[in-house]
């Protein structure tokens, strides 16, 4: 009889933990499934959704994540991963050659230069020697806008053209100075006519550098727009910055021409990550470029990072811009959070968690996901009827999680969406 009970006891001990953890997985999953599964809120547009453990290298759950979505600005968590990858930590300003007191340069990349969101390069420091700045274009292989871009989106701030020296962020702010726009760059100063069209801010005209305004309508405090980067323009902001005669040549970076790294690229990422900045992505992708093949081309760039960083993503993205700008780029959940693994690698988890909007505290996640300690870590991605959010989560019993959440083709209010998503993370939060 001893024996038979401690049997009994044995036999308890030994599997029971067993069946209790079995009934846990499946009453989290259960849960999960009622918010996400079918009639549920997400049951009424295309949702994608995968929870993997980081710790244990397992999928909690998953739903349409091997199907494609449009990631809009988590694309830049691909772009993100690419300069990590090549660039390390500095960013590439210009090649450049010295020949006595004139200086030949060829752009980067490096969207740092006057531009207000970003430490400042030391460049008329580093031109003081020279009388003479020679710059080169021969070394881009790129389109100012990227491919699949809204045409009309030309004359608003999230949509500046690339360049290979940006100025100022290649926008130019007008400020209200007695009813009458005033640019923060004295070149465009003559650039600015009246109109009658009815129009409260400024305006650009869609073929040049011309700004408008009604003068019996304009009320307008701040109009920030970006202008058209063509070389006489350029020429002429680089010469006004730095007080030195630059001349446009048509040459060839040698291959021993050196490289003017002006800074870290850690607040380029944060700008990046936390703002959401589409001009210091598509950027970034360029000196990604400058640095493998001495060029700037954003497309030849993609395809070498594909091949050689991505050949195990479980499904192949359709990659073609820097920021998400463009509807032609293509994800799965899954493969999202195969790249949220591979970074959660290539750099200390507490500095990626930093770097990425921290829910209830800065940049784009500052009025969503609060908590008394942040529990999510991610990027967000919004364009008209889509809304994305990949990253990492921090559950109350300290594990973290890699997610991807995707969205596309609803008629819901972006914010009826987030507050739906914040039930499903919260729900993680507190059972996970």
Known sequence: MKLR?????????????????????????????ELLGE?????????????YD????????????????IPASTTKLLTFYA????????????????????????????????????????????????KKINFSLENWKDTPFGYGWQWDDYYFAYSPERSAF??????????????????????????????????RGVQRDFNSNTFYYNPSLYVNQFSTMPFITIPEVKLKLMEESLGKPVTLVREKAPADAKV???????????????????????????????????????????????????ADFPDKPQWVDGSGLSRHNLVTPRSMVTLMVKL????????LMQLLPQGGVNG???????????????????ISNNHSLVGLLRTDSGKVYAFSFMNNNYLNKASEIRREMEKVLKYIKANY
């Not at 009424?44 to 995968?50: A, E, I, S």
């Not at 959660?344 to 500095?351: I, N």
């Not at 500052?366 to 870590?377: E, G, H, I, S, T």
């Open 5 to 33: 009970v401690i049997g009994i006891i044995f036999f308890w001990l030994l599997f029971l933990p067993g069946f209790s953890q079995e009934d846990d997985a499946r009453r989290k999953y259960e849960g999960l499934n």
């Open 39 to 51: 009639n549920s809120f997400f049951d009424n547009h295309l949702t994608g959704f995968m929870l």
């Open 54 to 69: 980081l710790d244990s290298q397992w999928v909690m759950f998953e739903k349409n994540s091997h199907m494609n979505f």
């Open 83 to 130: 300069s990590v990858l090549i660039l390390k930590d500095s960013t590439r300003t210009f090649r450049y050659v010295k020949n006595g007191d004139q200086i030949t340069i060829w752009g980067s990349g490096d969207p740092s230069w006057k531009y207000k969101p970003l430490p400042q390069p030391k460049l008329q420091e580093f031109f003081r020697p020279y």
């Open 166 to 199: 940006p100025v100022y962020g290649n926008i130019v702010t007008f400020t209200n100075t007695n009813k009458t726009p005033v640019p923060d760059i004295p070149l465009f100063r003559s650039m600015v006519a009246r109109s009658d069209r009815e129009i």
């Open 260 to 310: 003017y790294k002006g800074g870290l690229l850690a607040p380029l990422w944060k700008e990046v990550l936390q703002e959401s900045d589409n001009f210091v992505a598509e950027q970034l992708l360029l000196m990604v470029s400058d640095a493998l093949f001495g060029e700037l081309n954003s497309e030849r760039a993609i395809d070498f990072i594909k091949k050689n960083h991505m």
């Open 344 to 351: 959660d690698q290539l750099m200390p988890r507490a500095q």
């Open 364 to 382: 784009t996640l500052k009025n969503n996901y609060a908590a008394p300690r942040p529990y999510v870590f991610a990027k967000t991605g919004t």
